[in-house]
T-cell receptor
């Protein structure tokens, strides 16, 4: 069993839809990161969370420490949001969720 | 702010040669940088942690004599793949922890280097 598991692995949605990507982990945590990786490989750090909720533009990240679960939400999704979203706990990375937003 | 510049973005080299990848923090001091490798459709895997002025810490299974890491200054860390072989072909990326100052993001990443060994 992977220590950091993401779901779904792949997600296709229509532009404007509300997107949720989930991350469950079994390792001890000091902080959880959500990252975005574009097709060329470049990675952008979206959030670092240790508790509660953070919001940045159309992106919202939440974490429940007791349940060892985090979610990344995208409101009013747009084709430019198409990317792989990666959850990382410490140095352990999930396999990523490949998101494709259709125009 | 908090940008890490990574070069080169792509490199093709012959088997047996060495390749150096640089990561430079442009507007902050990075006392610690992390080096990752990503094979196609796989997740990022931490290779090593580089600390300024001291030896790097390598993850289990990563050959330290093959992947030489130098972090001689607070703004520059390099990864040299020595005697590269086709199985070393991968995507290599660095990151640095951003400390101090207002920042939503705890880590910043280089743009990555796609290495192809032929």
């Amino acid at each position: 069993k992977n220590e950091v598991e993401q779901s779904p692995q792949n997600l296709t949605a229509q532009e404007g839809e509300f997107i949720t990507i989930n991350c469950s982990y079994s390792v001890g945590i000091s902080a959880l990161h959500w990252l975005q990786q574009h097709p060329g490989g470049g990675i952008v750090s979206l959030f670092m969370l240790s508790s509660g909720k953070k919001k940045h533009g159309r992106l919202i990240a939440t974490i429940n420490i007791q349940e060892k679960h985090s979610s990344l939400h995208i409101t009013a999704s747009h084709p430019r949001d198409s990317a792989v979203y990666i959850c990382a706990v410490g140095i352990i990375f999930g396999k990523g969720t490949r998101l494709h937003i259709l125009p | 702010g908090a940008v890490v510049s990574q070069h080169p973005s792509r490199v093709i080299c012959k088997s047996g040669t060495s390749v150096k990848i640089e990561c430079r923090s442009l507007d902050f001091q990075a006392t610690t940088m992390f080096w990752y490798r990503q094979f196609p459709k796989q997740s990022l895997m931490l290779m090593a942690t580089s600390n300024e002025g001291s030896k790097a810490t390598y993850e289990q299974g990563v050959e330290k004599d093959k992947f030489l890491i130098n972090h001689a200054s607070l703004t520059l860390s390099t990864l040299t793949v020595t005697s590269a072989h086709p199985e070393d072909s991968s995507f290599y990326i660095c990151s640095a922890r951003v400390t101090g100052g207002p920042s939503t993001y705890g880590y910043t990443f280089g743009s990555g280097t796609r290495l192809t060994v032929v």
